[in-house]
């Protein structure tokens, strides 16, 4: 098979005929070129998407900061009620977690198709 009917295998199975649009770009021949075509298709990430990034990206913030803490200025002194908190070995991870799910959720996330 030679390097051009490879491509073009590439481009059907890709693409799919069903799925090119007029709008996309078709050279003399009318095989659509992928590269043209990722120029022109709209991009997978929509303002849901970016609202839910932010959104786990600032619950792990706040888990990874409920986690800090716990010192003592004085190196004799071991203080095992702060280092040891439910906040800082429960919840903080719990937080971490499901900022992580959300974050995974919003790259997972597939925006609406428009109907046009």
Partial sequence: MSKKRAKDTLDEALIGKEETSASAPKNNQG???LLEYSKTAPFS????NYMFLFIGLAVNVLGFLLMIGGGTDDPSKFDKEALFSPMRITFAPILIVIGYAIIAYAIMRRSKANKE
Avoid at 45 to 48: D, E, L, Q, V
């Fill in 31 to 33: 095989e659509v070129n």
């Fill in 45 to 48: 990430f929509s303002a849901n």
